[in-house]
């Protein structure tokens, strides 16, 4: 079953706006982390937020986990049309020889030159 | 990019055939990951590997086998191929538990006929 569940399911915004996307989820995790996917491409890793953390920034990506409410929101600023991609929450588990990540079912992003 | 390849990039196959995937990785990590990705349903663990000889199953492994007789090399076979199976694969790869950030290939387009 999927653990990370994304809000909304598609977005289009114009270029310079920013960009929200939201991500729910179930049980306990020790991080959530952001994926990007380009069209026809593999995954690229973003942003980890571990659990004891409220809130991370790098470049133009904020991303905030609230534990109490299992949520977490990535705030692209000032988006690009190259922004345009797929984005996947994945929280993550580890527990002895486990290391894995669960998916949501991805947020298509469409910036608008 | 991880050094990380799949092969074939692409493979048209018949039902009832036996498919084999590879994933080579030159990174020497440890955990190694094989996803299918399908419209609707984001990216889903089919088995994983968190050391040679040491496989797991995950939330889709009916059909699929795997093996890793050395760390460079995860190998995802279908015993005998369905329509259903048609998918991208993704290979992934993490390092340490101490952060799960996972590497993904660049993806096999697999169909099933």
């Known amino acids: 079953s999927q653990q990370g569940e994304e809000d909304p399911q598609a977005l289009s915004i114009q270029e310079g706006e920013n960009a929200t996307m939201n991500c729910s989820y179930k049980?306990?995790?020790?991080?959530l982390q952001w994926y990007r996917q380009n069209s026809g491409r593999g995954l690229v890793h973003l942003i980890l937020i571990r659990s004891n953390e409220r809130e991370k920034h790098s470049g133009r990506l904020r991303v905030t986990l609230d534990t109490s409410k299992k949520s977490s929101s990535l705030l692209i600023t000032a988006s690009r049309a190259a922004d345009t991609a797929s984005y996947f929450c994945a929280t993550g588990l580890l527990t002895g020889a486990n290391s894995k990540l669960t998916f949501g079912k991805g947020i298509t992003l469409s910036v608008r030159p | 990019d991880a050094g990380i390849t799949q092969s074939p990039r692409h493979k048209v196959t018949e039902t009832g055939t036996p498919v084999t995937l590879r994933c080579h990785q030159t990174e020497n990590h440890r955990y190694m990951y094989w996803y299918r990705q399908d419209p609707g349903h984001g990216l889903r663990l089919i088995h994983y590997s968190y050391g040679v000889k040491d496989t797991d199953k995950g939330e889709v492994s009916d059909g699929y086998s795997v093996s890793r007789s050395k760390t460079e090399d995860f190998l995802l076979t279908l015993e005998s191929a369905t329509s259903s199976q048609t998918s991208v694969y993704f290979c992934a790869i993490t390092g340490t538990s101490g952060s799960n950030e996972q590497f993904f290939g660049p993806g096999t387009r697999l169909t099933v006929l």
């Open positions: 049980t306990s995790i020790n991080n």
